[in-house]
Protein backbone atom coordinates (compact mmCIF):
# COMPACT_ATOMS: atom_id res chain seq x y z
CA UNK A 1 0.00 0.00 0.00
CA UNK A 2 1.28 3.27 -0.84
CA UNK A 3 2.25 5.73 2.26
CA UNK A 4 0.06 9.05 2.01
CA UNK A 5 2.42 11.66 2.17
CA UNK A 6 -0.04 14.74 2.79
CA UNK A 7 -0.93 14.55 7.11
CA UNK A 8 -5.11 14.21 7.31
CA UNK A 9 -4.50 17.09 9.69
CA UNK A 10 -3.65 18.98 6.66
CA UNK A 11 -6.50 18.66 4.74
CA UNK A 12 -9.84 18.19 8.07
CA UNK A 13 -12.60 18.39 5.87
CA UNK A 14 -14.91 20.44 7.64
CA UNK A 15 -12.24 23.10 8.36
CA UNK A 16 -14.03 25.04 5.54
CA UNK A 17 -17.25 24.83 7.37
CA UNK A 18 -16.01 25.93 10.89
CA UNK A 19 -14.74 28.74 9.21
CA UNK A 20 -17.14 29.86 7.95
CA UNK A 21 -19.47 29.17 11.15
CA UNK A 22 -16.93 31.34 13.05
CA UNK A 23 -16.75 34.17 10.62
CA UNK A 24 -20.74 34.58 10.05
CA UNK A 25 -20.64 34.67 14.00
CA UNK A 26 -17.85 37.11 13.79
CA UNK A 27 -20.27 39.61 10.98
CA UNK A 28 -23.41 38.49 12.89
CA UNK A 29 -22.24 40.04 16.62
CA UNK A 30 -19.73 42.85 14.98
CA UNK A 31 -22.94 44.25 12.70
CA UNK A 32 -25.51 43.45 15.36
CA UNK A 33 -23.39 45.63 17.91
CA UNK A 34 -22.95 48.35 15.53
CA UNK A 35 -26.57 48.91 14.76
CA UNK A 36 -27.92 48.32 18.70
CA UNK A 37 -25.20 51.12 19.42
CA UNK A 38 -26.67 53.92 17.25
CA UNK A 39 -29.94 52.59 18.80
CA UNK A 40 -28.66 53.08 22.53
CA UNK A 41 -27.13 56.59 20.99
CA UNK A 42 -30.31 57.91 19.76
CA UNK A 43 -32.14 56.85 22.94
CA UNK A 44 -30.12 58.48 24.77
CA UNK A 45 -30.38 61.87 23.15
CA UNK A 46 -34.16 61.34 23.32
CA UNK A 47 -33.54 64.65 25.83
CA UNK A 48 -32.51 66.75 23.38
CA UNK A 49 -33.81 65.34 20.25
CA UNK A 50 -37.30 64.29 21.32
CA UNK A 51 -38.95 61.39 19.86
CA UNK A 52 -39.23 57.74 21.39
CA UNK A 53 -37.98 54.44 20.17
CA UNK A 54 -40.11 51.12 21.77
CA UNK A 55 -38.40 48.80 23.41
CA UNK A 56 -38.39 45.93 20.71
CA UNK A 57 -39.02 48.46 17.87
CA UNK A 58 -35.75 47.05 16.15
CA UNK A 59 -35.82 43.24 16.95
CA UNK A 60 -37.72 42.23 13.96
CA UNK A 61 -35.45 45.06 11.67
CA UNK A 62 -32.27 43.51 12.79
CA UNK A 63 -33.37 39.85 12.55
CA UNK A 64 -33.84 40.88 8.82
CA UNK A 65 -30.94 43.15 8.12
CA UNK A 66 -28.71 40.02 9.74
CA UNK A 67 -29.92 38.05 7.41
CA UNK A 68 -29.59 39.93 4.18
CA UNK A 69 -25.66 41.01 5.13
CA UNK A 70 -24.88 36.94 5.53
CA UNK A 71 -26.45 36.20 1.83
CA UNK A 72 -24.85 39.22 0.29
CA UNK A 73 -21.55 38.30 2.25
CA UNK A 74 -21.80 34.78 0.81
CA UNK A 75 -22.44 35.78 -2.82
CA UNK A 76 -19.21 38.30 -2.81
CA UNK A 77 -17.03 35.14 -1.77
CA UNK A 78 -16.52 36.36 2.11
CA UNK A 79 -17.12 32.88 3.39
CA UNK A 80 -15.02 31.88 4.04
CA UNK A 81 -12.72 34.57 2.13
CA UNK A 82 -9.31 32.24 1.71
CA UNK A 83 -6.73 34.37 -0.72
CA UNK A 84 -8.18 37.89 0.06
CA UNK A 85 -5.72 40.19 1.25
CA UNK A 86 -6.53 42.09 4.38
CA UNK A 87 -6.73 45.63 2.07
CA UNK A 88 -9.44 43.60 -0.49
CA UNK A 89 -11.34 42.48 2.41
CA UNK A 90 -11.87 45.92 3.30
CA UNK A 91 -12.79 47.07 0.42
CA UNK A 92 -15.31 43.92 -0.12
CA UNK A 93 -17.01 44.40 3.63
CA UNK A 94 -17.62 48.17 3.19
CA UNK A 95 -19.32 47.37 -0.06
CA UNK A 96 -21.26 44.43 0.91
CA UNK A 97 -22.18 46.25 3.78
CA UNK A 98 -23.37 48.96 1.75
CA UNK A 99 -25.33 46.91 -0.51
CA UNK A 100 -27.09 45.07 2.57
CA UNK A 101 -28.03 48.31 4.48
CA UNK A 102 -29.66 49.30 0.89
CA UNK A 103 -31.53 46.51 0.19
CA UNK A 104 -32.81 46.71 4.22
CA UNK A 105 -33.91 49.68 3.37
CA UNK A 106 -36.07 48.83 0.67
CA UNK A 107 -37.38 45.66 2.74
CA UNK A 108 -38.10 48.59 5.34
CA UNK A 109 -39.86 50.70 3.07
CA UNK A 110 -42.33 47.91 1.25
CA UNK A 111 -43.08 46.59 4.65
CA UNK A 112 -43.93 49.68 6.26
CA UNK A 113 -41.87 48.75 9.12
CA UNK A 114 -40.00 50.22 11.29
CA UNK A 115 -40.83 53.83 10.69
CA UNK A 116 -39.67 54.68 13.88
CA UNK A 117 -36.34 54.46 12.76
CA UNK A 118 -34.65 58.08 11.74
CA UNK A 119 -32.40 57.98 9.11
CA UNK A 120 -29.31 59.02 11.31
CA UNK A 121 -30.13 55.78 13.40
CA UNK A 122 -29.69 53.90 10.15
CA UNK A 123 -26.72 55.88 9.20
CA UNK A 124 -24.89 55.78 12.55
CA UNK A 125 -25.53 51.95 12.15
CA UNK A 126 -24.06 51.90 9.39
CA UNK A 127 -21.24 53.44 10.14
CA UNK A 128 -20.58 51.37 13.28
CA UNK A 129 -21.16 48.29 11.73
CA UNK A 130 -18.13 48.90 8.78
CA UNK A 131 -16.11 49.92 11.65
CA UNK A 132 -16.72 47.08 14.30
CA UNK A 133 -17.05 44.39 11.19
CA UNK A 134 -13.76 45.49 9.89
CA UNK A 135 -11.88 45.15 13.50
CA UNK A 136 -13.64 42.12 14.56
CA UNK A 137 -12.92 40.47 11.23
CA UNK A 138 -8.99 41.45 11.12
CA UNK A 139 -8.61 40.15 14.85
CA UNK A 140 -10.41 37.27 13.78
CA UNK A 141 -8.44 36.10 11.05
CA UNK A 142 -5.42 37.02 12.59
CA UNK A 143 -6.24 35.36 15.72
CA UNK A 144 -7.78 31.75 14.20
CA UNK A 145 -4.91 31.52 11.40
CA UNK A 146 -2.66 30.14 14.20
CA UNK A 147 -4.53 27.12 13.91
CA UNK A 148 -3.70 24.09 11.93
CA UNK A 149 -7.74 23.69 11.06
CA UNK A 150 -7.57 27.31 9.35
CA UNK A 151 -7.25 27.53 5.71
CA UNK A 152 -7.63 25.53 2.37
CA UNK A 153 -4.52 22.79 1.54
CA UNK A 154 -2.47 24.36 -1.91
CA UNK A 155 -0.21 22.35 -4.27
CA UNK A 156 3.03 23.93 -4.72
CA UNK A 157 4.57 23.57 -8.24
CA UNK A 158 7.87 25.14 -9.84
CA UNK A 159 11.54 24.53 -9.31
CA UNK A 160 12.57 23.51 -5.71
CA UNK A 161 14.36 27.23 -4.71
CA UNK A 162 11.24 28.94 -6.05
CA UNK A 163 9.14 26.61 -4.71
CA UNK A 164 10.88 27.51 -0.99
CA UNK A 165 10.12 30.83 -1.61
CA UNK A 166 6.46 30.39 -2.34
CA UNK A 167 6.31 27.92 0.67
CA UNK A 168 7.65 30.61 2.71
CA UNK A 169 5.66 33.28 1.19
CA UNK A 170 2.03 31.67 2.20
CA UNK A 171 3.11 30.20 5.60
CA UNK A 172 4.21 33.92 6.18
CA UNK A 173 0.63 35.17 4.77
CA UNK A 174 -1.29 33.06 6.58
CA UNK A 175 -4.76 34.96 6.92
CA UNK A 176 -5.06 34.82 3.16
CA UNK A 177 -5.34 30.96 4.54
CA UNK A 178 -3.58 28.60 1.45
CA UNK A 179 -1.89 26.19 3.16
CA UNK A 180 0.98 24.15 1.35
CA UNK A 181 0.63 20.87 1.84
CA UNK A 182 2.46 19.22 -1.57
CA UNK A 183 5.12 20.48 -3.82
CA UNK A 184 5.98 19.55 -7.38
CA UNK A 185 8.76 19.75 -9.16
CA UNK A 186 9.38 17.73 -12.05
CA UNK A 187 13.30 17.94 -11.79
CA UNK A 188 13.78 17.86 -8.14
CA UNK A 189 17.44 17.35 -7.20
CA UNK A 190 17.80 13.53 -5.75
CA UNK A 191 17.89 13.68 -1.99
CA UNK A 192 15.24 16.67 -1.34
CA UNK A 193 11.99 14.74 0.03
CA UNK A 194 10.63 18.40 1.97
CA UNK A 195 10.64 21.48 1.78
CA UNK A 196 9.84 23.32 5.52
CA UNK A 197 7.92 19.95 6.19
CA UNK A 198 5.97 20.26 3.02
CA UNK A 199 6.53 16.64 1.12
CA UNK A 200 8.30 16.84 -1.96
CA UNK A 201 7.03 14.56 -5.24
CA UNK A 202 8.47 14.86 -8.95
CA UNK A 203 5.82 13.62 -11.32
CA UNK A 204 2.49 14.33 -11.55
CA UNK A 205 1.31 10.80 -11.23
CA UNK A 206 2.64 10.77 -7.48
CA UNK A 207 0.06 14.42 -6.93
CA UNK A 208 -2.65 12.29 -8.88
CA UNK A 209 -2.20 9.55 -6.86
CA UNK A 210 -2.34 11.73 -3.54
CA UNK A 211 -5.69 13.55 -4.97
CA UNK A 212 -7.45 10.11 -4.61
CA UNK A 213 -6.80 10.49 -1.39
CA UNK A 214 -7.52 13.81 -0.51
CA UNK A 215 -9.23 16.95 -1.58
CA UNK A 216 -6.82 20.12 -2.74
CA UNK A 217 -8.88 22.40 -5.01
CA UNK A 218 -6.23 24.96 -5.32
CA UNK A 219 -2.32 25.12 -6.79
CA UNK A 220 -0.02 27.91 -6.67
CA UNK A 221 2.45 27.80 -9.72
CA UNK A 222 5.78 29.37 -9.13
CA UNK A 223 7.73 28.44 -12.43
CA UNK A 224 9.48 31.07 -14.21
CA UNK A 225 8.00 29.72 -17.61
CA UNK A 226 4.07 30.66 -18.28
CA UNK A 227 4.40 28.40 -21.20
CA UNK A 228 5.12 25.28 -19.23
CA UNK A 229 3.15 22.84 -20.74
CA UNK A 230 2.72 21.70 -16.54
CA UNK A 231 -0.16 25.01 -16.33
CA UNK A 232 -2.83 23.27 -18.83
CA UNK A 233 -2.62 19.90 -16.65
CA UNK A 234 -3.12 22.40 -13.49
CA UNK A 235 -5.55 23.63 -15.19
CA UNK A 236 -7.49 20.62 -15.65
CA UNK A 237 -7.20 19.44 -11.88
CA UNK A 238 -7.76 22.34 -9.77
CA UNK A 239 -10.61 24.83 -9.81
CA UNK A 240 -8.08 27.41 -8.65
CA UNK A 241 -4.57 28.42 -10.06
CA UNK A 242 -2.58 31.23 -8.81
CA UNK A 243 0.77 32.32 -10.90
CA UNK A 244 3.31 34.04 -9.20
CA UNK A 245 5.35 36.22 -11.75
CA UNK A 246 9.52 37.44 -10.81
CA UNK A 247 9.57 40.28 -9.36
CA UNK A 248 7.95 43.51 -11.25
CA UNK A 249 8.34 46.99 -10.92
CA UNK A 250 4.85 47.07 -11.07
CA UNK A 251 2.29 47.45 -8.19
CA UNK A 252 0.70 44.44 -7.37
CA UNK A 253 -2.08 44.91 -5.14
CA UNK A 254 -4.45 46.25 -7.58
CA UNK A 255 -3.38 44.58 -10.77
CA UNK A 256 -6.06 43.47 -13.00
CA UNK A 257 -5.76 41.25 -16.26
CA UNK A 258 -7.55 41.89 -19.41
CA UNK A 259 -7.61 40.34 -22.90
CA UNK A 260 -5.92 41.73 -25.93
CA UNK A 261 -6.67 39.62 -28.76
CA UNK A 262 -6.05 36.37 -27.07
CA UNK A 263 -3.25 37.67 -25.35
CA UNK A 264 -3.06 37.81 -21.36
CA UNK A 265 -2.57 41.44 -20.38
CA UNK A 266 -2.09 42.79 -16.67
CA UNK A 267 -3.07 46.39 -16.17
CA UNK A 268 -2.14 48.25 -12.63
CA UNK A 269 -3.65 51.80 -11.52
CA UNK A 270 -0.94 54.15 -9.51
CA UNK A 271 -4.24 55.52 -7.82
CA UNK A 272 -1.81 58.20 -6.60
CA UNK A 273 -1.01 59.93 -9.94
CA UNK A 274 -4.97 60.33 -9.81
CA UNK A 275 -6.05 63.86 -9.02
CA UNK A 276 -9.41 62.60 -7.66
CA UNK A 277 -7.59 60.33 -5.51
CA UNK A 278 -5.36 62.86 -3.77
CA UNK A 279 -7.93 65.39 -2.93
CA UNK A 280 -10.33 61.96 -1.81
CA UNK A 281 -6.87 61.32 0.17
CA UNK A 282 -7.09 65.14 1.54
CA UNK A 283 -10.36 65.02 2.18
CA UNK A 284 -10.12 61.55 4.17
CA UNK A 285 -7.22 63.34 6.30
CA UNK A 286 -9.41 66.31 7.25
CA UNK A 287 -12.34 64.65 7.82
CA UNK A 288 -10.96 61.97 10.26
CA UNK A 289 -8.27 64.71 11.65
CA UNK A 290 -10.25 67.27 12.91
CA UNK A 291 -12.80 64.72 14.25
CA UNK A 292 -9.91 63.31 16.43
CA UNK A 293 -8.40 66.53 17.26
CA UNK A 294 -11.93 67.65 18.96
CA UNK A 295 -12.30 64.39 20.67
CA UNK A 296 -8.59 64.22 22.03
CA UNK A 297 -8.51 67.70 23.26
CA UNK A 298 -8.82 67.00 27.53
CA UNK A 299 -6.77 63.88 26.71
CA UNK A 300 -4.32 65.82 25.15
CA UNK A 301 -3.67 68.55 28.19
CA UNK A 302 -3.65 65.34 30.45
CA UNK A 303 -0.73 64.30 28.88
CA UNK A 304 0.77 67.28 28.54
CA UNK A 305 0.72 68.24 32.11
CA UNK A 306 1.65 64.57 32.56
CA UNK A 307 4.64 64.99 30.68
CA UNK A 308 5.71 68.87 32.10
CA UNK A 309 4.99 67.37 36.18
CA UNK A 310 7.19 64.34 34.89
CA UNK A 311 10.30 66.26 33.51
CA UNK A 312 11.95 69.55 33.17
CA UNK A 313 11.63 70.96 29.52
CA UNK A 314 8.94 71.60 27.20
CA UNK A 315 6.27 69.70 27.01
CA UNK A 316 5.91 69.48 22.48
CA UNK A 317 9.02 68.99 20.62
CA UNK A 318 9.59 70.18 17.39
CA UNK A 319 11.64 68.02 14.87
CA UNK A 320 12.34 69.29 11.15
CA UNK A 321 11.41 66.54 8.80
CA UNK A 322 10.74 66.29 5.10
CA UNK A 323 7.41 66.69 3.23
CA UNK A 324 6.08 66.55 0.39
CA UNK A 325 8.60 67.92 -2.74
CA UNK A 326 11.24 67.48 0.03
CA UNK A 327 9.72 70.60 1.78
CA UNK A 328 10.92 70.76 5.89
CA UNK A 329 8.51 71.37 8.19
CA UNK A 330 8.49 71.11 12.58
CA UNK A 331 6.84 67.54 12.96
CA UNK A 332 5.44 67.60 16.65
CA UNK A 333 5.21 65.19 19.41
CA UNK A 334 4.92 65.07 23.22
CA UNK A 335 8.78 65.41 24.20
CA UNK A 336 9.64 61.81 25.59
CA UNK A 337 13.61 62.65 25.82
CA UNK A 338 15.56 64.59 28.01
CA UNK A 339 16.46 67.92 27.55
CA UNK A 340 19.73 67.97 25.42
CA UNK A 341 18.80 64.01 23.80
CA UNK A 342 21.06 65.10 20.51
CA UNK A 343 24.37 65.48 22.76
CA UNK A 344 23.64 62.46 24.88
CA UNK A 345 23.07 60.27 21.84
CA UNK A 346 26.32 61.24 19.71
CA UNK A 347 28.02 60.38 23.30
CA UNK A 348 26.68 57.70 23.82
CA UNK A 349 27.21 56.66 19.84
CA UNK A 350 31.36 57.53 20.67
CA UNK A 351 31.24 55.50 23.58
CA UNK A 352 29.02 52.64 22.92
CA UNK A 353 30.03 50.54 20.05
CA UNK A 354 27.19 47.85 20.24
CA UNK A 355 24.55 51.23 20.57
CA UNK A 356 26.42 52.80 17.43
CA UNK A 357 26.22 49.75 15.84
CA UNK A 358 22.69 49.36 16.04
CA UNK A 359 21.60 52.92 15.44
CA UNK A 360 23.09 52.94 12.33
CA UNK A 361 21.28 49.57 11.31
CA UNK A 362 17.90 50.78 12.33
CA UNK A 363 17.83 54.22 13.17
CA UNK A 364 16.61 54.28 16.25
CA UNK A 365 18.00 52.08 19.74
CA UNK A 366 16.01 49.49 21.73
CA UNK A 367 16.68 50.77 25.29
CA UNK A 368 17.29 54.53 24.60
CA UNK A 369 18.37 55.92 27.99
CA UNK A 370 17.51 59.66 26.79
CA UNK A 371 13.86 58.49 26.96
CA UNK A 372 11.84 59.56 30.59
CA UNK A 373 9.66 57.36 32.14
CA UNK A 374 6.75 58.79 31.16
CA UNK A 375 8.00 58.66 27.59
CA UNK A 376 8.34 54.79 27.87
CA UNK A 377 4.78 54.54 28.72
CA UNK A 378 3.92 57.40 25.65
CA UNK A 379 5.78 55.42 23.13
CA UNK A 380 4.75 52.05 23.79
CA UNK A 381 1.43 53.25 23.07
CA UNK A 382 1.91 55.59 20.34
CA UNK A 383 0.73 58.30 22.11
CA UNK A 384 3.69 60.84 21.69
CA UNK A 385 2.57 61.39 18.29
CA UNK A 386 -1.31 62.56 19.01
CA UNK A 387 0.38 66.57 18.60
CA UNK A 388 0.61 65.40 14.88
CA UNK A 389 -2.73 65.66 14.39
CA UNK A 390 -1.92 69.37 14.01
CA UNK A 391 0.26 68.46 11.42
CA UNK A 392 -2.36 66.46 9.59
CA UNK A 393 -4.92 69.50 9.76
CA UNK A 394 -2.15 71.97 8.91
CA UNK A 395 -1.46 69.75 5.59
CA UNK A 396 1.91 68.80 6.23
CA UNK A 397 1.30 65.16 7.28
CA UNK A 398 -1.73 62.67 6.16
CA UNK A 399 -3.09 60.16 8.31
CA UNK A 400 -1.52 57.22 6.34
CA UNK A 401 1.87 57.79 4.11
CA UNK A 402 5.58 56.85 4.13
CA UNK A 403 7.51 57.81 7.00
CA UNK A 404 8.32 61.18 7.61
CA UNK A 405 12.43 61.11 7.04
CA UNK A 406 14.45 63.13 8.68
CA UNK A 407 16.60 65.77 6.31
CA UNK A 408 19.81 64.43 7.26
CA UNK A 409 18.56 60.48 5.95
CA UNK A 410 17.99 62.07 2.48
CA UNK A 411 21.41 60.71 1.38
CA UNK A 412 20.38 57.39 2.46
CA UNK A 413 17.52 57.52 0.77
CA UNK A 414 18.82 56.93 -2.27
CA UNK A 415 16.79 56.64 -5.68
CA UNK A 416 14.11 56.00 -3.27
CA UNK A 417 13.87 59.78 -2.20
CA UNK A 418 11.80 60.77 -5.76
CA UNK A 419 9.67 58.45 -5.15
CA UNK A 420 8.94 58.87 -1.71
CA UNK A 421 8.71 62.69 -1.51
CA UNK A 422 6.14 62.93 -3.84
CA UNK A 423 3.09 62.46 -1.02
CA UNK A 424 2.75 64.10 2.11
CA UNK A 425 4.18 61.20 5.07
CA UNK A 426 1.92 59.98 7.30
CA UNK A 427 1.12 59.95 11.16
CA UNK A 428 1.42 55.85 10.24
CA UNK A 429 1.75 53.88 7.26
CA UNK A 430 2.56 50.66 5.79
CA UNK A 431 5.81 50.26 7.54
CA UNK A 432 4.92 51.15 10.91
CA UNK A 433 1.88 48.38 10.96
CA UNK A 434 3.76 45.83 8.74
CA UNK A 435 7.48 45.98 10.41
CA UNK A 436 7.60 48.54 12.89
CA UNK A 437 10.91 49.44 14.88
CA UNK A 438 12.08 45.64 13.90
CA UNK A 439 12.68 46.48 10.57
CA UNK A 440 16.07 47.87 8.66
CA UNK A 441 16.31 51.52 7.09
CA UNK A 442 16.52 49.84 3.78
CA UNK A 443 13.83 47.97 4.68
CA UNK A 444 11.30 50.70 5.13
CA UNK A 445 12.34 52.40 2.54
CA UNK A 446 11.02 49.18 0.56
CA UNK A 447 7.36 49.01 2.76
CA UNK A 448 7.31 52.30 1.45
CA UNK A 449 7.53 51.74 -2.11
CA UNK A 450 5.61 49.02 -1.89
CA UNK A 451 2.69 51.44 -0.32
CA UNK A 452 2.92 54.27 -2.80
CA UNK A 453 3.13 51.41 -5.54
CA UNK A 454 -0.25 49.69 -4.26
CA UNK A 455 -2.00 52.68 -2.75
CA UNK A 456 -6.17 53.00 -2.10
CA UNK A 457 -7.99 54.16 0.09
CA UNK A 458 -9.04 50.91 1.47
CA UNK A 459 -5.48 50.11 1.80
CA UNK A 460 -5.49 53.69 4.38
CA UNK A 461 -8.62 52.14 5.70
CA UNK A 462 -6.97 48.95 6.75
CA UNK A 463 -3.37 50.33 7.97
CA UNK A 464 -5.95 52.81 10.27
CA UNK A 465 -7.28 49.88 11.51
CA UNK A 466 -4.02 47.44 11.98
CA UNK A 467 -3.04 51.16 14.11
CA UNK A 468 -5.25 51.39 16.44
CA UNK A 469 -4.84 47.40 17.36
CA UNK A 470 -0.91 48.08 17.75
CA UNK A 471 -1.46 51.21 20.05
CA UNK A 472 -4.25 48.90 22.52
CA UNK A 473 -1.64 46.04 22.59
CA UNK A 474 1.16 48.65 23.33
CA UNK A 475 3.58 47.39 20.40
CA UNK A 476 4.37 51.17 19.38
CA UNK A 477 8.00 50.93 21.22
Same mark, same amino acid.
Not at 221 to 238: K, M
Not at 417 to 441: C, D, E, Y
Given at each position: ??????????????????????????????????????? %????????? /?????????? +?????????????????????????? *?????????? #??????????????????????????? !?????? !?????? /??????????????????????????????????????? +???????? &???? =???????????????????????????????????????? =????????????? !?????? &???????? +??????? =?? %?????????????????????????????? *?????????????????? @?? +????????????????????????????????????? @??????????? #????????? =?????????????????? @?????????????? &?????????????????????????????????? /????????????????? #???????? /???????????????????
Amino acid at each position: MTQKLIKTSDVFRGSQLLVVILMVLVDLISIGLGFRLAV %EIRRWMIPW /MGGSIPADAF +SVIMLQGLAIFVVIYALNGLYPGFGR *TAVEETQQIF #YSLTLGYGVLALAIYFQQTGLELSRWT !FFIGWV !FGCFFN /MVFRFAARNRFSLFRWWGTPVLVVGPVERARDGVRRLSN +SRRLGLRP &VLVL =DEHCPPGITQIQHVPVVNTTAAVELELKQVHIENAVFVGT =DIQDPILRWLGER !FSSVLV &VLDFSPLG +SLWVRTM =DL %EGRLTLKTQYHLLDRKATILKRAFDLLIGV *TLGLISLPFLAAIALWVA @LD +SPGGVIYAQERMGRGGRLFPCFKFRTMQVGAEALLKK @LLETDPAANQE #YQLYHKLTN =DPRVTRVGRILRKFSLDE @LPQLWNIINGDLSL &VGPRAYMPGECAEMGAYASLILRISPGLTGWWQV /MGRHNTTFEERLHLDEY #YLSNWSLW /MDVFILIKTVWIMISGKGA
